[in-house]
């Protein structure tokens, strides 16, 4: 064998032999040296209504990045319905859906420090309920993320499953090995860890159960005296195939009082009550007259009092009000309304200390303040978001007799006036005209074409139109921005650009009037058809209003008008604004496609 062929084979086994080492050292040197990942506390909470609550609390060391990315198995992506980050005194923003460095088969999510990296933080994933599986008798299958998936090795994970219940019988299977515990270890956790848990329990009946919190609509409405009384209209369905809901636990502030609660007749219902010193709450089991199936839905009314507000230098307070108290389960869509007394005026809050979920609406007679939120539980209550609300309002006590006086008044005017008519009146001969001529000077009113009758029923068909021709509206806006883009790059020709521009245009003013066309007609129907109408009015007014913005700040950069920091600052808090908007439209339009699929 000549010289050329033994230096080759030399360097095949050299090759085989350290390969595996050379390809493992290059995949540890491109984690970020720069810090390092003590721990994670791992905590899955499965919910009353069957939600998962994915929570990491991290523990990081060294120079922390700018941003964080943390993700989990891309199976779960089209359960995720919430994220957010923070830490003990700030929120972090979270941006969706991103890549796990350059791995795929992960959904991940960039955690956006803006500059202040913490040492230890939280990052929360809410999930659907869709990956728990009722077996009956109480036995469930719930399939969870048994790790995080991160782009470093982690020092200690620890992993705690809970539930609502204590389980009589819990058997874990993750990574090929069975436990019969909530808590197990995983030391030198693997970055780019892809690992699928799954827990097979036995809670007592009743304590888990398969439902979607589809709406909440709390009214806190104030007296003149300042009693508060609060009612409050659910909106549930249920999603177990083998286990209808006979009962549902709902939770109410701690200090409520005078309970009583109504299915969607007005019948009352029978229930008990119970303290809760943990998740300070009212617990109320409602027994139900009749069983919730596999989607189908019943509303479920509760009113109750609570401590009235506080007298202090002529105004009436309420100090730290929660807006939606600590839930078991997740409310898909909820909204609080405080209603004042006519005559009276909110002081405090100020409509510029309001976020994007408020709104403030000053009447001539009374002020009414509205607060929503999507995805609500208890878990919205450990952060240091605003949770809580110091309401202050002056009120005149003389509104009282406001609206007997007026009435009053109004009578004694309509009868100085006809006995004043009355004696005006003297018999006169009766004259005769031309029929003709009274016809003549006779008004003629021609009625305007009704083309929406007020109150007429909306049927799947239209339902369906309404979402083809909104989505159809959504994905031609879509084409015009692409357009612009290109344009802009100069990837397409000018007059090929005004061509296809014009017959975009063209199309999207027809979609839009069609829009518009059933846009009335829900509008006319009422109810929760005309609700969904004005929430994805705001949507998009909030939408429009944020891309103008962007657009305003771009061009003020680009003159030297506004400094970078500003810049930026008003940037990100427009985008937040579009993003925020985009998501609530996407929301109501996911809603809506459920109904349509349920009705078929």
Not at 181 to 209: C, F, H, I, M, R
Not at 230 to 247: D, F, Q
Not at 302 to 307: D, E, G, I, K
Not at 366 to 385: G, R
Request: proline share 5%; aromatic share 8%; glycine share 6%.
């Amino acid at each position: 064998m000549n010289r050329p062929h033994i230096l080759l084979l030399i360097a095949i086994l050299v090759l085989g032999a350290f390969g595996p080492s050379l390809l493992l050292g290059s995949v540890v040197s491109a984690q970020d040296s720069r810090y390092s990942i003590s721990r994670v506390d791992h905590h899955v909470e499965v919910m009353y209504s069957g939600h998962m609550i994915v929570q990491d609390r991290i523990y990081v060391s060294g120079q922390v990045p700018e941003s964080f990315l943390i993700g989990l198995p891309l199976k779960y992506s089209v359960d995720v319905l919430k994220v957010f980050a923070y830490d003990e005194t700030r929120m972090f923003r979270v941006h969706l859906g991103v890549p796990l460095g350059d791995r795929g088969g992960f959904y991940a999510v960039e955690v956006d420090f803006n500059g202040e990296a913490p040492s230890v933080f939280n990052v929360v994933f809410v999930l659907s309920n869709s990956r728990v599986e009722d077996g009956g008798g109480g036995n469930f299958t719930i399939d969870y993320p048994a790790y995080p998936s991160l782009t470093q090795t982690v020092g200690l994970c620890n992993v705690t499953v809970t539930f609502p219940s204590t389980p009589t019988s819990v058997t874990i299977s993750r990574d090929g090995e069975n436990v019969n515990t909530v808590n197990y270890l995983a030391p030198d956790l693997a970055a780019y860890t892809y690992s699928v848990g799954k827990a097979t329990v036995k809670v007592p009946l009743g304590s888990l159960q398969l439902i979607s919190v589809d709406s909440l609509d709390r009214q806190v409405t104030i007296n003149p005296k300042g009693e508060v009384s609060v009612t409050e209209v659910y909106r549930i369905t249920g999603k177990s195939p083998v286990s209808p809901v006979s009962a549902l636990l709902i939770s109410l502030p701690f200090k409520a009082s005078n309970i009583a609660v109504k299915d969607a007749n007005g019948n009352a219902l029978q229930f008990g009550e119970t303290l809760s010193q943990t998740s300070r709450t009212t617990l109320v089991n409602v027994t139900l007259t009749a069983f919730i199936d596999k989607e189908k839905s019943t509303s479920l009314s509760l009113q109750y009092t609570l401590p009235s507000a506080t007298l202090v230098g002529g105004q009436y307070t309420l100090v730290n009000f929660e807006f939606f108290p600590n839930y078991h389960y997740i409310v898909n869509y909820a909204s609080v309304t405080f209603n004042l007394p006519e005559g009276a005026t909110i002081i405090d809050p100020d409509v510029s200390e309001l976020n994007l979920n408020s709104t403030l609406i000053r009447q001539t007679f009374q002020d009414t303040l509205t607060v929503t939120q999507n995805s609500v539980s208890y878990v919205d209550n450990l952060t240091p978001q605003q949770t809580s609300l110091h309401l202050s309002f002056s009120y005149n006590p003389v509104w009282v007799s406001f609206r007997p006086t007026f009435w009053a008044a109004l009578i004694a005017i309509a009868v100085c006036v006809g006995a004043v008519g009355y004696r005006k009146i003297r018999p006169k001969e009766p004259t005769y005209r031309a029929r003709s001529q009274q016809l003549a000077e006779q008004p003629i009113e021609i009625p305007a074409l009704e083309t929406v009758k007020a109150g007429q029923p909306i049927d799947l068909a239209s339902l369906k139109a309404f979402l083809e021709a909104y989505e159809s509206k959504r994905l031609a806006i879509a084409e015009l921005k692409a357009l612009d883009v290109q344009a802009q790059k100069g990837k397409i020709q000018r007059s090929h650009y005004k061509l296809q521009r014009n017959a975009v245009e063209t199309r999207l003013a027809n979609l839009k009037l069609n829009v518009d066309r059933w846009r009335a007609v829900f509008l006319a129907a009422g109810g929760s058809h005309a609700d969904m109408v004005r929430q994805l009015d705001l949507a998009e007014a909030d939408l429009a209003e944020a891309e103008e913005n962007i657009k305003i700040y771009e061009a003020q950069r680009r003159k030297g008008e506004i400094s970078l920091e500003a810049y930026r600052r008003s940037v990100a808090d427009s985008q937040k604004m579009r993003d925020k908007a985009d998501s609530a439209i996407n929301g109501i339009l996911s809603r809506l496609r459920e109904k349509i699929r349920r009705a078929t």
